[in-house]
T-cell receptor, first 115, second 114 residues
Framework: AQTVTQSQPEMSVQEAETVTLSCTYD???????LFWYKQPPSRQMILVIR??????QNATENRFSVNFQKAAKSFSLKISDSQLGDAAMYFC????????????FGKGITLSVRP | ETGVTQTPRHLVMGMTNKKSLKCEQH?????MYWYKQSAKKPLELMFV???????ENNSVPSRFSPECPNSSHLFLHLHTLQPEDSALYLC?????????????FGPGTRLTVT
């Protein structure tokens, strides 16, 4: 079975600064997907970024980038130039490849942004 | 309406009540999911439907009964719930069950069992 661990329950960042959210996972598979989802207060959860395990290049989406360390089973999210709208819960998630693959989520981390 | 909608947004029910949660997706997706979100716990996948057929039931108690009449609608029927069932219930959809597919979430129903 796959597990996803987010050990930091809360983090805070100053507006315009950079913050890194940590995630580790455990799997015996070699091919899989990793995700970061964002859940703003009282708003819908949305996908921030996705990484395919067979790709060595780290995924980036504007101010969001990941540091994917496959051997260490680590998948951290870096948010650059933090904005007030980045304040949310962030969930790291894992899925296998294949035709019937569910998402396994971590507990999430609450990010606050200080003006 | 766009995306994934859920009704009601808030629900308070007694332990002997029967109620239903509704989810509708306007994205033309083939797969739909129910999740339970409790504080300080990972999202728990409850049920998965693909083309209206249930493909996963994660050992969910029988007091939760899902229904998927078509690929756009998903219901969660609730009866004789327990206080520990109080949580945010999220519905999601994806284009298919294939690994790596983005899931689109609804806003959730905040359920309180008294």
């Amino acid at each position: 079975a796959q597990t996803v661990t987010q050990s930091q329950p809360e983090m805070s960042v100053q507006e315009a600064e950079t913050v890194t959210l940590s995630c580790t996972y455990d799997t015996s598979e070699s091919d899989y997907y990793l995700f970061w989802y964002k859940q703003p207060p009282s708003r819908q959860m949305i996908l921030v970024i996705r990484q395919e395990a067979y790709k060595q290049q780290n995924a980036t989406e504007n101010r969001f980038s990941v540091n994917f360390q496959k051997a260490a089973k680590s998948f951290s999210l870096k948010i650059s130039d933090s904005q007030l709208g980045d304040a949310a819960m962030y969930f790291c998630a894992f899925s296998l490849t294949g035709a019937n693959s569910k998402l396994t989520f971590g507990k999430g981390i609450t990010l606050s942004v200080r003006p | 309406e766009t995306g994934v909608t859920q009704t009601p947004r808030h629900l308070v029910m007694g332990m002997t009540n029967k109620k239903s949660l509704k989810c509708e997706q306007h994205l033309g997706h083939n797969a739909m999911y129910w999740y339970k979100q409790s504080a300080k716990k990972p999202l728990e996948l409850m049920f998965v439907y693909s083309l209206e057929e249930r493909v996963e039931n994660n050992s969910v108690p029988s007091r939760f009964s899902p229904e998927c009449p078509n690929s756009s609608h998903l219901f969660l029927h609730l009866h004789t719930l327990q206080p520990e069932d109080s949580a945010l219930y999220l519905c999601a959809s994806s284009r298919s069950l294939a690994g790596g597919r983005e899931q689109y979430f609804g806003p959730g129903t905040r359920l309180t069992v008294t």
